[in-house]
């Protein structure tokens, strides 16, 4: 309802004329809480996130319903949709999901967000690499043959519009009698890998370790998850960076950082690897910076709680120069790379997109539109409850996006539970 030039107001400074309007737009906008939402409708209004799996469909895809004591996480948009049938606390899924009007897409927006040109991609894209990558059976038979991914996939010639959708991801070339999906070549496997690793993890978790937290020490329980102190000792340490300085003396100059995924993910450990085809560890990755100001780093402590009869297991990497212990470094640091994209993922949603939708929702029930706040934070806001509602349909959802492609599986959006808890 817009019924004002475009001058921004406070509620005291509101024309004695507009204050009723203004009244019956913000009980417009919260609704009563009541009935479907539909796509017409303008009502910001608050709910769990109970309706990424449908129980009515497979017990398989069965997930917790996130928003409340056991999972905390932020609210989404209500949109009313009927409950499940074998659990009255969920919602049915529907093919698309409620967003209020102003907040969906418009049509040039809509046109470079198109989930149906995506779908076009995918459906095209998956028959010729589903065999190489989705096949749970097939195994790389060797470490280097990872390498082979970055070589091409044959493709058809009538197929060759994927650069121009997603130039990005993927680039397609004529080579030959077939065009070739060329994945660019991540930096850690193409040049400078350990460099990489340092800088990238910067970006995440990486923090400065301070001299309180010396020596490593994990504060999950010790009766369930085994002993706390961590292998990385000072003497490994030292070793490492050639006797330059003494651990204290890179702790009192704060050289040494540390990416620490080690209490995050040690709860989920077991869990995970029941999941045929995948694994998972508590990580540790250390740091230090060195004189020309990089990172390098040390090592990398991959830890496994007790499970059944057998003890925690812990064991410590670090760069080698013989055969063995270079390719042992190497798998240690996909692992890392796993556990950090992973994280990356899970929590880029959450803090930038599932943090957002709260905000959005509030400020459209407590805040008039002609608000100088209002006004200051809209732009903002901008598009994300529909970006958000996408994610829902195929990025966070039970056997979505995120579960297939990352190692927690179907524990990842679970895990982004944690993780907010622990904001």
Known sequence: MQYYSGRSYLPDDTASGLKKLREIELENLRGNGKGERKTSDKIYDYDTYNDLWDPDDSKDLARPILGGQDHPYPRRCRTGRPSSKKDPLSETRSSSVYVPRDEAFEE????TFSTKTLKSVLHALL???????????LVFPYFTAIDLLFQGVPLPKSKNFFQSIIPRLVKTIAEGEGDILLFETPAMIDSMPDLFLASSSLLEMDRVVDESEWPLKSKLDPGIYGPPES???AKLIEREIKGVMTIDEALKQKKMFILDYHDLLLPYVNKVREIEGTTLYGSRTLFFLTMDGTLRPLAIELTRPPVGDKLQWKQVFTPGWDGTSCWLWRLAKAHVCAHDS??????HW????????????????????????????????????????????????????????????KYAIELSSAAYDRL
């Open 231 to 233: 292998l990385i000792t």
């Open 127 to 137: 028959p010729q690499v589903e065999i190489m990558l989705l096949d749970p059976h």
């Open 108 to 111: 040039v927006k809509q046109m």
């Open 342 to 347: 992973g994280y990356h993922q899970l929590v």
């Open 350 to 409: 959450l803090r930038t997109h599932c943090c957002t939708e709260p905000y959005i929702i509030a400020a459209n029930r407590q805040l008039s539109a002609m608000h100088p706040i209002y006004r200051l934070l809209h732009p903002h806001f901008r598009y994300t409850m529909e970006i958000n509602a996408l994610a829902q349909e195929s990025l966070i959802n039970a056997g979505g996006i995120i579960e297939s492609c990352f190692s927690p599986g």
